[in-house]
T-cell receptor, first 116, second 116 residues
């Protein structure tokens, strides 16, 4: 089974509107972390937001928020007030393990296009 | 966050040759990671490099093909050997740092490799 599932290969949103990018995960660990990264066409991976499995509050970073539903094993990214510069690939990733067993597994990504 | 640089940023290589990619971090880190991103795909972990020990390779990746060095806590190299067109990818290094109490992975800008 896939560890990280992003079911939306592509999403479109109008500038200034909000958009939700879906991510579900599969793990038997009690302690894990969930990340979202943005990859523009330049290829760099930009860290956006992190949610720990024990965090009770949903993470927020500026216009980014993470809708964490632990029982459903989902960690959706919400981008508010979309901007043209938000057009990029977005990857959800999960951290499992510690120390030498640390592993970060990525989903297949969602290509977001923001329309003017 | 950590500042990570990679050299070269891109290269075009002939089949059968090798390319060595350098990764430099602006602070000392215990764990460094090397990823491959094939065209249109997500990131796949190649290996984890800890200073002073052999790199740990993921399934499907072997040391003969992807030798890694980690001479100190701020530097690592990845060599892609005996190149074939299938090795054309973006190669990214990343480091794990503690940011606001959270283990976060930050990525370098990547190296775009094209094999002819």
């Amino acid at each position: 089974a896939q560890k990280i599932t992003q079911t939306q290969p592509g999403m479109f949103v109008q500038e200034k509107e909000a958009v939700t990018l879906d991510c579900t995960y599969d793990t038997s660990d009690q302690s894990y972390g969930l990340f979202w990264y943005k990859q523009p066409s330049s290829g760099e991976m930009i860290f956006l937001i992190y949610q720990g499995s024990y965090d009770e509050q949903n993470a927020t970073e500026g216009r980014y928020s993470l809708n964490f539903q632990k029982a459903r094993k989902s960690a959706n990214l919400v981008i508010s007030a979309s901007q043209l510069g938000d057009s990029a690939m977005y990857f959800c990733a999960m951290r499992e393990g510690r120390g030498s067993n640390y592993k970060l597994t990525f989903g297949k990504g969602t290509l977001l296009t923001v329309n003017p | 966050s950590a500042v990570i640089s990679q050299k070269p940023s891109r290269d075009i290589c002939q089949r059968g040759t090798s390319l060595t990619i350098q990764c430099q971090v602006d602070s000392q880190v215990t764990m460094m990671f090397w990823y491959r991103q094939q065209p249109g795909q997500s990131l796949t972990l190649i290996a984890t490099a800890n200073q002073g020990s052999e790199a740990t390779y993921e399934s499907g990746f072997v040391i003969d093909k992807f030798p890694i060095s980690r001479p100190n806590l701020t530097f690592s190299t990845l060599t892609v050997s005996n190149l074939s067109p299938e090795d054309s990818s973006i190669y990214l290094c990343s480091v794990e740092t503690l940011q606001g109490g959270t283990d976060t992975q930050y990525f370098g800008p990547g190296t775009r490799l094209t094999v002819l």
